[in-house]
């Protein structure tokens, strides 16, 4: 049975090459320095742009929540807002779920 298929002989395998710790730092360090500036940079300054602008909230103000309801402030708490979606209907929400600041006059438009 031998005469059809040939035997495969393994061959020597080629030597480690040496130093390879400096090149693998190397990627590592790059590959950290990507992630910084590619996810982690971005996702603080977003952050400290929604805590700047929960600190400006003020009385008056038209805002978009998370949930997509837009109305005007009448209230501002330490950790509550008390917003106006329609004449007569207040909601209170956290200030957390302010997603934006409306220009002055928007709601009327819509």
Do not use: W
């Amino acid at each position: 049975m031998s005469f059809f298929i040939s035997n495969a002989y393994a061959q020597a395998g080629a030597p480690a090459p040496a130093g390879g710790g400096i090149e693998f730092m190397i990627m590592i360090a790059i590959f950290f320095a990507l992630m910084y500036f590619m996810i982690i940079r971005p996702q603080s300054k977003r952050a400290k742009e929604h805590r700047k602008l929960l600190e400006s909230l003020s009385k008056g103000d038209e805002v978009v929540t998370t949930g997509g309801m837009v109305g005007k402030i009448s209230a501002v708490g330490e950790n509550f807002l008390e917003v106006e979606v329609s004449e007569g209907t207040v909601v209170k929400v956290q200030k957390q779920a302010v997603s934006a600041v409306l220009p002055k006059g928007t709601i009327k438009g819509l």
